[in-house]
């Protein structure tokens, strides 16, 4: 009888301990371990954990001494760009729908690490990245244990534990099978690649190579199409800032002292036409000083509200990108086109 409730237990158990040995095998999120490659894997990836493991990996060999952090609107500052401004080894270290909490602890690890230094620092945010001035939890804001300071039990967990939600494995599971990308795979399967350059981790666009193919018909019969027909109502974020995220703030800026950091804050445009709240560009400027932070969710940028500009409601082109950092580093530049 006991014999037959074993067998019977190890049955039910069988598939479920078949794939905990194909994940092992596979390693779908890359954390199991070490690559020398991290940006032509078909599964997406959690950004802020890829960004440290491929800074480690290839930290010796380029002297990465300038970050780009911030959210996944970082995408549009190529540190290939930002290299004409600034003297220094860059590297793109942002994450999934980052906040200043995020930030501060990635910027905290990285003043941990021996020898780092921090010459340059382009800090990118979205108004609401202001709210959370404590670390996000949950793999898409997950960090590996030396930035985060958990246990390495609980950051493999984390990663099992998404590999098992259907949300993941059935996609994933029919991508394997049939190596077809479909839509249903979105946001598990990256349908292009690379994903990211070698070793600057600058953001490889699609959406570029699509709309030099197609021209306006990017916007007019292609993926644009939704930003060209809606229209939006401009309209002023909440005021963020408090007190906690006035001290998170204040820790970030408190590391850019003691290395002597050159830095921008840059709050990025949205097609949205949502503005920044005054309140918080006023306190940004007050910890930061004014003549460090950039708010191009404002009134007089408006103008840049053109679909054209967008590849989303939030993501705006490289050119752009290009456009701001123009702006921010070169005093000559005061018009807004």
Not at 73 to 85: A, E, G, P, V
Not at 157 to 175: R, V
Not at 226 to 234: A, C, D, N, Q, S
């Amino acid at each position: 009888m006991q014999r037959k409730f074993y067998i019977k237990s190890l049955l039910i158990a069988l598939p479920f301990l078949l794939l905990v040995g194909y994940y092992v095998a596979a390693d779908p999120f890359m954390v199991l371990r070490s690559y020398t490659d991290y940006d032509h894997s078909r599964v997406y990836q959690s950004e802020g954990t890829i960004s440290w493991l491929k800074y480690k990996r290839f930290r010796a060999l380029r002297h990465y001494d300038s970050f780009v952090m911030g959210t996944s609107t970082t995408m549009s500052f190529q540190t290939t760009y930002w290299s004409k401004y600034i003297q220094g080894s860059p590297f793109r270290m942002f994450g999934n729908n980052e906040a200043i909490g995020d930030i501060a602890l990635k910027l905290e690890a990285l003043d941990r690490q021996e020898g780092q230094k921090i010459k340059n620092i382009l800090i990118v945010l979205e108004a609401n990245s202001l709210a959370k001035p404590q670390p996000q939890s949950g793999i898409m804001h997950a960090v590996p244990p030396e930035v985060s300071g958990q246990s390495e039990c609980v950051f493999q967990a984390m990663f099992l534990q998404s590999f098992f939600t259907p949300k993941f494995l059935f996609p994933y599971l029919q991508y394997q099978f049939t190596h077809q990308y479909t839509h249903k795979m979105k946001g598990v399967i990256e349908p292009t690649l690379p994903t990211r350059a070698t070793y600057t981790n600058d953001a490889v666009i699609d959406a570029d190579n699509q709309i030099k193919a197609t021209g306006e018909k990017y916007w007019t019969d292609g993926p644009g199409k939704p930003l060209k027909e809606h229209t939006y109502t401009v309209r002023t974020a909440p005021q963020y800032i408090y007190s906690q995220q006035r001290e998170c703030l204040q820790r970030i800026y408190e590391i850019c002292r003691r290395h002597q950091t050159k830095f921008k804050i840059i709050i990025s445009p949205r097609l949205d036409k949502v503005l920044t709240n005054p309140s918080d560009v006023k306190i940004l400027e007050e910890i930061f000083g004014k003549e460090h932070v950039f708010n191009f969710a404002s009134r007089p940028y408006l103008a840049w509200s053109d679909y054209h500009n967008f590849y989303d409601d939030t993501h705006f082109s490289i050119a752009l990108g290009c456009r701001i950092l123009d702006i921010i580093y070169d005093k000559k530049i005061t018009s807004i086109k």
